[in-house]
């Protein structure tokens, strides 16, 4: 008798539930697009505050470390979670090297945001100037929550890698869910980067 092959319950639930992500994030855009057409002449206004070629740079980090993080997927499902040449022969990478690299590269792109965040309230641009910084502050930072988030959980996984003997089935589950999760920040971003980045331009 053939064995039925089932999905993985942890890989199913995490899909189930950035589902829900989407629709939270669906509402912010709603949000974002409510205030804009209320107010495009104030919002064509902070527009011009933006550093768009800094943000330009930061989005690249951030999709790039999907790429190493899908890596590190690729390293746990083959059950390899450390390197296993020298630091320097990158094709011999485990998980826990594409993962740390991935992990440095959001931190960058969050600390990105904060400089962002920093540079724009000095400018006299805070949460409630008006109604354009309450909208950018608020589908941002929750943006930046959830890939603070991510950091986390990255963090986790490498851990979990060190603390058991064998490199099984449910660490490369845990490695692979992670991934799901990140991917999804990233294309937040990108949707994120494309309606307050670049949109403006053609408006």
Do not use: C
Not at 31 to 60: M, Q
Not at 173 to 182: E, G, K, N, P, R
Request: glycine share 6%; no cysteine.
């Amino acid at each position: 008798m053939r064995s039925v092959k089932r999905p993985d319950p942890v890989a199913v639930g995490t899909i189930v539930w950035l589902g829900s992500e989407v629709m939270f994030f669906a509402g912010l855009f709603a949000i974002y697009f409510t205030l804009r057409n209320s107010s495009p002449e104030l919002f064509a206004d902070r527009f011009e505050l933006l550093n768009v070629p800094f943000a330009s740079v930061n989005t690249l980090i951030l999709v790039l470390s999907s790429f190493t993080a899908q890596a590190g997927v690729f390293a746990a499902e083959r059950f390899q979670p450390y390197r296993t040449g020298s630091f320097w022969q990158i094709r011999q990478w485990g998980m826990v090297e594409w993962f740390f690299l991935s992990f440095l590269m959001g931190a960058v792109f969050v600390s990105g945001q904060v400089w962002e965040y920093a540079t724009l309230v000095a400018e006299g641009v805070a949460f409630n100037t008006d109604s354009y910084a309450s909208a950018f502050y608020l589908t941002t930072g929750f943006h930046a929550l959830h890939v603070t988030g991510g950091l986390v959980a990255f963090l986790l996984v490498i851990g979990r890698a060190y603390a058991v003997k064998n490199f099984g089935r449910k660490e490369m589950t845990s490695a692979i869910v992670v991934s799901y999760y990140w991917h999804f920040v990233d294309v937040v971003w990108i949707v994120l980067f494309f309606v307050i980045y670049v949109l403006p331009f053609f408006s």
